[in-house]
């Protein structure tokens, strides 16, 4: 599977961006869909994941209520909707692949382990 990121930018806080993932490739082992991100000096972390069979969604606590990850099947694209941005969103945002089922736990799927392909990431920036 190849994933593709595009949409990320710079932003007043407050702003709102969306965040596209194309896959490509062999995707009928995909079961899951992620949004990681990555801050300098940070640690990767979780950020929303879409069981794609199912519409199952999981979310990082701090960002419960102000962003959402859908899926589009017929073109193998992921979306995060980022609204409310705060300056502490800002960060290296990358789009994840994995065959974890509806049945992963919400700490197991925003874990990177439960993913095997990998976009480049897209900066977001938020001021």
């Known amino acids: 599977v190849q994933l593709v990121e595009s949409g990320g930018g710079s932003v007043q806080a407050g702003g709102s961006l969306r965040l596209s993932c194309a896959a490509s490739?062999?995707?009928?082992?995909?079961?899951?869909m992620a949004w990681f991100r990555q801050a300098p000096g940070k640690e990767r972390e979780g950020v929303a994941v879409?069981?794609?069979?199912?519409?199952?969604?999981h979310y990082a606590d701090s960002v419960k209520g102000r962003f959402t990850i859908s899926h589009d099947n017929a073109k193998n694209t992921v979306y995060l909707q980022m609204n409310s941005l705060i300056p502490e969103d800002t960060a290296m945002y990358y789009c994840?692949?994995?065959?974890?089922?509806?049945?992963?736990?919400?700490?197991?799927?925003?874990?990177?382990?439960?993913?095997?392909?990998w976009g480049q990431g897209t900066q977001v920036t938020v001021s």
């Open positions: 994840a692949a994995g065959t974890g089922s509806v049945f992963m736990t919400a700490f197991q799927a925003l874990s990177p382990k439960a993913y095997n392909a």
């Open positions: 490739g062999y995707t009928g082992g995909t079961k899951s």
């Open positions: 879409i069981v794609t069979g199912w519409s199952s969604t």
